[in-house]
């Protein structure tokens, strides 16, 4: 396969490597994702991360797989595999369902790596465009609040949320952005303080229960989020933490966008409740660990409840900001969601 970099992919003398976004930001460490085991072991470390990455990173792992001569019942049975490695974002489903459809054809190992390789720049394209939808949402001087890590560390292009608020940024049209740290694993405090930083973007990080004081204090004038899968009604499953988010900006009066590629569409996906929502380690939340070390600070035996997301109902949602362009909550009532094919 021909060499290809993003953010936090890339595929070099026919091998794939992710960047380690659990070493982040404080070391850049490219480590090889050469076989299922690996991949889905840096999958569920969150070592590589955000909807769109981990379908890619599945897709490219398969394609370069058939190029090392792996059979085609085997890779029928890593297919699975990987689509089995995160239940919520919808992305790896709907990009391994594309390979799927490949691996079924005649020349089916050039029909990977095509495939692969096609989903990847889609991804950059969905990015681009959702920016220039996104921005054009964005006021001058606006102080913006995100969540999480939606950047190009997550995506294979700008970002999705991220990518509209650096667009914004390049237009002259962003104050600020608080960023939440996003617990339990931090990807905002980590991943997101850093992309802003590269690109020059003025921000301050927040606890996320910072985020109330703030919006109170009127100092909020937009919500941007992501998405690991919207059902067919419009809600989001995104990020635990989104969802407190979506209340507080509904009674303060913020707008709340969330904004995504086609690909974390679900029409098969009635409502939030029929989401599945990934349940993680109680470590994560008894304690932190990165490449600054690894600490408990709660009993050892302390009970934990650790859900990875939560469902933003489309109620508290202004607006869905797609690669097609926004789109509004009489559409989602009216049931464009559920009609739309990809
Ligand atoms: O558990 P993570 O870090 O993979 O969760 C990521 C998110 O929730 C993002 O907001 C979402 O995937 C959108 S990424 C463009």
Not at 112 to 134: S, Y
């Amino acid at each position: 396969m021909q060499p290809l970099q993003t953010t936090s992919l890339r595929v070099a003398n026919n091998r794939l490597f992710i960047l380690d976004q659990q070493a982040l930001p404080q070391e850049k460490h490219w480590l090889p994702a050469s076989t299922v085991e690996e991949l889905v072991g840096h999958i569920h470390a969150l070592r590589v991360r955000g909807a769109p990455l981990i379908g890619l990173s599945a897709s490219l792992l398969l394609a370069l797989l058939a190029e090392q001569g792996a059979a085609r019942s085997r890779l029928a049975q890593a297919l699975e595999t990987l689509r089995a490695a995160r239940p919520t974002a919808v992305n790896l489903m709907n990009n391994l369902e594309r390979m799927k459809q490949a691996l079924a054809q005649e020349n089916w190992v050039a029909a990977l790596a095509n495939e692969a390789l096609r989903l990847v720049e889609e991804d950059k394209r969905l990015c681009d465009d959702i920016a220039q939808a996104g921005a054009a949402l964005v006021k001058p001087g606006s102080r913006l609040l995100t969540h999480c890590n939606t950047g190009g560390l997550a995506t294979a292009g700008t970002g999705t949320a991220l990518g509209v608020i650096a667009l914004a940024h390049q237009q002259g049209k962003v104050a600020t952005v608080w960023v939440d740290e996003t617990r339990p694993l931090l990807q905002g405090g980590r991943l997101t303080a850093w992309e802003l930083g590269e690109l020059g973007v003025p921000y301050q990080l927040i606890t996320d229960s910072m985020a109330a004081s703030i919006m109170a204090k009127g100092q909020v004038d937009a919500v941007w989020v992501g998405a690991d899968r919207i059902a067919a009604n419009g809600d989001v499953a995104n990020k635990i933490g989104t969802y407190s988010l979506a209340v507080l900006a509904k009674f303060h009066g913020v707008p709340f966008y969330v904004a995504a590629p086609q690909t974390t569409l679900d029409p098969g996906c009635p409502n939030g409740e029929a989401i599945p929502i990934e349940q993680r380690a109680g470590a994560e939340v008894t304690g932190v660990a990165g490449s600054f070390g690894c600490v408990q600070w709660a009993p050892e035996d302390a009970r934990v409840y650790n859900p990875a997301f939560d469902v933003t109902p489309a109620s508290l949602i202004s607006g869905w900001v797609l690669d097609s362009g926004v789109v509004t909550p009489p559409e989602v009532a009216a049931g464009v969601f559920a009609k739309s094919i990809l």
